[in-house]
């Protein structure tokens, strides 16, 4: 079946109209993605440089600094062109690649976050087993899991929205080209579209998460029940304080986007909760895993040492 669109390109209307707000807008939206991609960045090559990191947890978070940076370059240059020039025009195909390339890695990252409990729960519950567990094959079936899982689920959205017909009206309530927008726009049937937005992508993000609550409960209920000392409890509890922060700031924002019924109608809300997950999380995400990670900070003071005194120990 041929797409019959008429519509050429979509013009996206951004945050806010008001010149004095979009000046503030592009400042503070410079500085996260900047934090963002230097915050991750560096985390990947610390991860990949030191060899005492080359474990299953920093494995996986090189992984989720990569989703992070990808994440914030699908939507936030984009809109930070807004800030400066007004409403961006989008051709058809450059919507769609946006929407593919968002869906992809977002649930992508829904998918590992629930690996990386998984992982904390392995080494705090069955810790004389975490090396058998989790070995390098399993760490790495998990990462293409993830990876794949995103890619199947982004390109089903991608195709079923290739399909539709639009015309006339072409302005987009939003930053970026996201499924519910572009399905106020449509004229043809959408049934068939907010069917696979309410169950496959709701089951993308609920059935992960349905993984991470009950990893996490095991884990509290270790220990307290199989650790005596509070110093120990706070030890082992400290290991995953930073993944359990990351999935809280993660999975709020998509599960009040994603997991109520959608009539397609998207709302301001919807605006500013998907740019919490997309633009301000990514940025916090490093400043987390850094701060109350002492293994990071410390492989972090020796790469810098490295590269500052290349001759030195």
Same mark, same amino acid.
């Given at each position: 079946?041929?797409?019959?669109?008429?519509?050429?390109?979509?013009?996206?209307?951004?945050?806010?109209?008001?010149?004095? /707000?979009?000046?503030?807008? #592009?400042?503070? +939206? %410079?500085?996260?993605?900047? *934090?963002? @991609? !230097?915050?991750?960045?560096?985390?990947?090559?610390?991860?990949?440089?030191?060899?005492?990191?080359?474990?299953?947890m920093y494995f996986f978070l090189g992984n989720?600094?990569?989703?992070?940076?990808?994440?914030?370059?699908?939507?936030?240059?984009?809109?930070?062109?807004?800030?400066?020039?007004?409403?961006?025009?989008?051709?058809?195909?450059?919507? /769609?690649?946006?929407?593919? #390339?968002?869906? +992809? %890695?977002?649930?992508?990252? *829904?998918? @590992? !976050?629930?690996?990386?409990?998984?992982?904390?729960?392995?080494?705090?519950?069955?810790?004389?087993?975490?090396?058998?567990?989790?070995?390098?094959?399993?760490?790495?079936?998990?990462?293409?899991?993830?990876?794949?899982?995103?890619?199947?689920?982004?390109?089903?959205?991608?195709?079923?929205?290739?399909?539709?017909?639009?015309?006339?009206?072409?302005?987009?309530?939003?930053? #970026?080209?996201?499924?519910?927008?572009?399905?106020?726009?449509?004229?043809?049937?959408?049934?068939?579209?907010m069917t696979l937005l309410n169950v496959v992508?709701?089951?993308?993000?609920?059935?992960?998460?349905?993984?991470?609550?009950?990893?996490?409960?095991?884990?509290?209920?270790?220990?307290?029940?199989?650790?005596?000392?509070?110093?120990?409890?706070?030890?082992?509890?400290?290991?995953?304080?930073?993944?359990?922060?990351?999935?809280?700031?993660?999975?709020?924002?998509?599960?009040?986007?994603?997991?109520?019924?959608?009539?397609?109608?998207?709302?301001?809300?919807?605006?500013?909760?998907?740019?919490?997950?997309?633009?301000?999380?990514?940025?916090?995400?490093?400043?987390?895993?850094?701060?109350?990670?002492?293994?990071?900070?410390?492989?972090?003071?020796?790469?810098?040492?490295?590269?500052?005194?290349?001759?030195?120990?």
């Amino acid at each position: 079946m041929l797409n019959q669109t008429e519509v050429s390109e979509f013009l996206l209307l951004g945050l806010t109209n008001i010149q004095g /707000l979009q000046h503030f807008f #592009f400042t503070s +939206f %410079l500085l996260l993605y900047s *934090a963002t @991609l !230097l915050g991750n960045g560096i985390i990947v090559i610390v991860v990949i440089s030191e060899p005492r990191l080359h474990t299953p947890m920093y494995f996986f978070l090189g992984n989720l600094s990569c989703l992070d940076m990808f994440l914030s370059t699908v939507t936030v240059p984009k809109m930070l062109t807004g800030f400066l020039f007004g409403h961006q025009p989008i051709s058809f195909g450059g919507c /769609l690649a946006q929407l593919h #390339f968002f869906h +992809f %890695l977002g649930s992508t990252e *829904a998918v @590992l !976050l629930a690996g990386m409990a998984y992982d904390r729960y392995v080494a705090i519950c069955n810790p004389l087993h975490y090396a058998l567990v989790m070995s390098p094959r399993t760490c790495l079936l998990l990462a293409v899991a993830s990876w794949s899982t995103g890619f199947v689920h982004a390109v089903v959205h991608s195709v079923m929205t290739s399909q539709l017909s639009f015309c006339g009206h072409n302005q987009i309530q939003h930053f #970026f080209c996201d499924i519910k927008p572009l399905l106020n726009l449509a004229c043809s049937r959408t049934r068939l579209n907010m069917t696979l937005l309410n169950v496959v992508t709701t089951s993308i993000v609920l059935g992960p998460f349905t993984l991470v609550v009950p990893s996490y409960l095991y884990i509290i209920s270790f220990l307290f029940y199989k650790v005596q000392s509070q110093e120990g409890r706070w030890k082992l509890f400290s290991t995953c304080a930073s993944h359990l922060t990351v999935v809280v700031l993660f999975y709020i924002p998509v599960l009040l986007n994603y997991t109520p019924p959608s009539s397609g109608n998207s709302t301001q809300m919807d605006v500013q909760v998907t740019l919490i997950y997309s633009a301000v999380t990514p940025a916090l995400n490093p400043l987390i895993y850094t701060l109350r990670n002492q293994e990071v900070k410390t492989a972090l003071r020796k790469t810098l040492r490295r590269k500052v005194f290349p001759g030195g120990k």
